[in-house]
């Protein structure tokens, strides 16, 4: 049979009549060896030369030349069809060509055709075959899309629709079909828009309709359309509970220890915790609510209440303004907030303990910050107000006259701008006016209340960088008359009391984080960095910067000594304080000596604190930092004058403000002092009234080992529930003590020793938000050390088992996600970064660094099962057999987070490829599950980019994993090798 190509073939064949199964013999004669059925472009055994034209697409050309099409050279297709001689992808593509849709006959004919593999539409060929299916699936379904929209016009044939929508309904049910769909689009967007604008016009015709069922078909299969793009992002069902405690503890956490965190990194990890848990918005609200009002009424009395109520009323809502930026689906967030009151007002109790503790009407002022927001509209605000049953005898006689603090702090937050202002004017001149609005700061509770508004709305270093500047002002000593010394000498002493007072209660990070832009350090800054003691800093008494010019300090030691009061002309405070504590030093040592009397100590710390009381501080932090270093019996003077350094002085001559000024002074030494007199088990009694203890301090029980200490507060918080702010500020000093591997790893013995399911769940939640106070460096422990070495050990597989294993993949899951999606934002809150950092091991040891020498992370990213690669440097791989260059070279292999990801994943991969089955197989499925639980939330693109694309393969046996959304959300669709991977694997399933 000598034919010059294909098409004459077919023809040659019609003339003469063959059967399908004679027309077969003869095609393969003359059918080229070597080459695939449906790709005919090379020559032939005889020399005969092919068209390059598909044997699907030739025959269905021919057969639909006439007004109805050929039964004979269609019994050709159908043959070829069942024998395999053509593809499935190759028939549905010559299928989607056909567009002449008003010859009814021929449409009826390619219908009935694609009913012959409809219902088994797989490939277990090479990759390239099954990226051929999806585009093929892409073609046909539009195809079937725009004969919908051809015979749902006015006068089209309802019968051919009917037949049409039955095939559209078989196609776009199946997942699996819609998943290669899905990289049919990414694979070619221009045929994705054929889809979208055939769509259009089905949905414009639909109105056309009378038959009511098959119009609800119709729309469904529009729906399942559009659903295509958006498979990954589809929302689960919600859970079914209502409490969440993950988002309490965040919040609980947030408002206790970091007031003065930036606004966005908290808002980012509330809105991870709700994809995570895929927590519906009201409830998720509701949650951060109920939180407020708990540390509201748990609250310390005096500095922590204030920060409480400012975080409640202040950062609270602005928290809610941003989370509603974020998409929110169909659901308008304001009718979230306005649900998650009406849930709220249900919690009479907890309203009436918070009010009952506030004075006042809690929920009102609430709803009002959020109306003024635009969170509520103001018929909404006008109803939960009315709805609000108000607790009966909320004023009391004892309480008719207190301000309530709510209401104290929405006043201050304008008032703090306005300080502002005026601490920026010049007072060169005149500096008395300044004087009078420090000292109307200092009464009562003003500074804490304006801190605190500060604090909560992202001003306070802008207020401490204000009070440096402030405590600078007096260094500028002209010609000055008693009154201006006294008034320089109250600057001082009142900027320098403020600022240690902003150090105590939020820490030296909101002074220290801005370098000044002169490059000269601030007096208060060095003596911050060198001298103050603080929670966890260790000062050394013999430190040169307690060691000035020693004729300084012989004249400041006479000075004490010999003066009935400090004369204040002409006199550097800035030298004074870093003099005092060599002069105290020398005073000590003449007690000790016998050269000094307790009556003479008595007048020269009279004589400290009488006038300035920065030099009472400076005194006392050294003092502090040199009895740490003496025996218990050497003690006693030292303490004995810390103690007479504290006592206020009452007496006529003492400067303006003294009794404020002394306030102040007390809380900061009882502050400095606190650490010192634990540690020896001496109390301290502070001679003012009325001055509260300081809060969270000995919460540690005496003599018990800090393991057991840990056990029993974390129990304590599972039969609970929920985190106080006290659970979390006594983990913290076990972080502290214990180290963070020490920390997580005996957290996590708790955890997999526990085996109701009810209480793992409950305990993932719980440790989640507990590992955050220092996520970063935990999440390093958890997922490079401590996971490592219970999946390596087959003595530990034990403790994988479910229902602790499933708990213990949940909580690696949501560690690495939240870890890696805020590493690369120095989101660290201060309360992190006053830690040191704790990489227990360098972690570029998990892979070389030199990219000359390929790691094996980027061999088994690189690798393809169809093709060997070779791996000589990352710029000869080829995009056909690897990772894109810009994804390899995004990843900074050099950030020990991405080196334990990628070492996690191929121990991952190794534990998948073993012969050896059991807990820790189970643990590894149930961990891929919980990533993609995850990621199907909208997170997409993280973690998972360190998965070796050889995994996908090994996933797809386990049953749980074969799913097509399993392997969609596991294989980086943005890649071409990504696309080939996930095509080969859903079509196989």
Known sequence: MKVVNLKQAILQAWKERWSDFQWAINIKKNFPKGATWDSLNLAGESGVTWDSLSLAEALLEQAMI???????????????????????????????????????????????????????????????????????????????????????????????????????????????????????????????????????????????????????????????????????????????????????????????????????????????????????????????????????????????????????????????????????????????????????????PLLDKADQRCNCDCISLLLQECSKLGLLSESNTANLISKREHSPRLKTSENANIQPNPGLILRAEPTVTNILKTVDADHSKSPEGLLGVLGHMLSGKSLDLLLAAAAATGKLKSFARKFIKLNEFPKHITGESSKSASVRALLFDISFLMLCHVVQTYGSEVILSDPSPSGETPFFETWLQTCMPEEGKILNPDHPCFRPDPSKVESLVTLLNNTSEIKLVQMKWHEVCLTTPAAILEILNAWENGVLTVESVQKITDNIKGKVCSMAICAVAWLVAHVRMLGLDEREKPQL????????????????????????????????????????????????????????????????????????????????????SQALHLLESLLHMGGVYWFTNNLLKELLKETRQQYTVRAVELLYSIFSLDMQQITLSLLGHILPALLTD???????????????????????????????????????????????????????????????????????????????????????????????????????????????????????????????????????????????????????????????????????????????????????????????????L
């Not at 009913?115 to 299916?133: N, P, R, T, V």
């Not at 399942?224 to 209502?242: E, F, G, H, Y």
């Not at 003012?688 to 809060?695: I, T």
């Not at 000359?852 to 690669?869: A, F, G, I």
């Open 66 to 348: 006439g007004p109805s099409p050929n039964p004979l050279i269609l019994s050709y297709l159908k043959y070829a069809i069942t024998s395999q001689m053509v593809s499935y992808a190759s028939v549905l593509t010559a299928i989607s060509k056909f567009d002449d849709f008003s010859r009814e006959l021929c449409v009826k004919s390619l219908l009935e055709i694609m009913d012959m593999f409809s219902h088994q539409l797989s490939c277990h060929g090479k990759a390239e075959e099954c990226i051929s299916l999806c585009r093929a699936l892409l073609a046909v379904a539009a195809w079937l899309l725009r004969a919908a929209a051809f015979n749902s016009e006015p006068g089209g044939g309802e019968s051919q629709l009917v037949v049409c929508v039955e095939r559209l309904e078989r196609l776009l049910h199946s997942p699996k079909n819609r998943a290669l769909v899905h990289i049919g689009r990414l694979e070619e967007p221009a045929s994705w828009a054929n889809v979208e604008q055939a769509v259009i016009r089905v949905s414009e015709n639909l109105n056309n309709l009378s038959n009511q069922t098959l119009r609800s078909k119709l729309e469904e299969c529009v729906s399942l359309v559009k659903s295509i793009p958006v498979m990954l992002s589809l929302q689960a069902d919600p859970p079914s509970r209502t409490l969440f405690p993950s988002v309490h503890a965040l919040v609980m956490l947030e408002g206790t220890m970091n007031l003065t965190g930036e606004t966005q990194p908290l808002v980012e990890q509330l809105m991870m915790v709700k994809r995570m848990q895929r927590i519906p918005s009201p409830l998720f609200i509701l949650e951060i609510w109920k939180a407020c009002f708990t540390g509201l009424i748990e609250s310390p009395e005096g500095t922590e209440e204030l920060k409480w109520t400012a975080f409640t009323f202040l950062k609270i809502p602005q928290v809610l303004l941003r989370l509603k930026k974020y998409p929110q689906g169909e659901q308008d967030f304001t009718e979230d907030v306005n649900i998650a009151f009406e849930y709220l007002l249900k919690l009479t």
């Open 641 to 724: 004058m810390i103690r007479q350094l504290m006592t206020p002085l009452y007496g006529e001559n003492t400067l303006q403000f003294y009794n404020e000024r002394v306030v102040i002074m007390s809380s900061i030494l009882e502050h400095m002092c606190a650490d010192v007199f634990q540690q020896t088990g001496t109390s301290i009694k502070l001679p003012m009234e009325g001055l509260d203890p300081v809060p969270y301090r000995n919460l540690l029980p005496v003599r018990e080992p800090i393991r057991e200490g840990l056990s029993s507060q974390f129990s304590r918080v599972l039969h609970k529930g929920w985190v106080d």
């Open 794 to 988: 087959s003595s530990h597989w034990h403790c994988l088992a479910d229902p602790p294993g499933r708990a213990l993949a949940k909580l690696c899951v949501w560690c690495a996600l939240s870890s890696f999606s805020s590493h690369n934002k120095s989101q660290a809150s201060a309360r992190q970064r006053k830690r040191q950092r704790e990489d227990i091991e360098d972690y570029n040891t998990l892979f070389p660094l030199d990219d000359t020498q390929p790691s094996k992370l980027m061999r088994l990213l690189s690798s393809n099962d169809e093709e060997s690669v070779n791996l000589s440097s990352p710029g000869d791989r080829s995009m056909s057999s690897s990772l894109s260059a810009s994804q390899l070279h995004t990843v900074n292999m050099r950030d020990p987070l991405n080196r334990v990801l990628a070492n996690l994943f191929l121990l991952v991969s190794s534990i998948l490829g073993s012969k050896t089955a059991g807990p820790h197989t189970q643990f590894v499925q149930s961990f891929m599950e919980e990533c993609v639980e995850c990621l199907e939330q909208g997170s997409r693109g993280s973690i998972l980019q360190f998965m070796p694309f050889t995994m996908v393969s090994e996933l797809v046996k386990l049953p749980a994993l074969a799913k097509p959304r399993v392997v969609l959300a596991i294989t980086d669709l943005s890649l071409p090798l990504g696309r080939r991977v996930a095509a080969k694997s859903i079509a196989a």
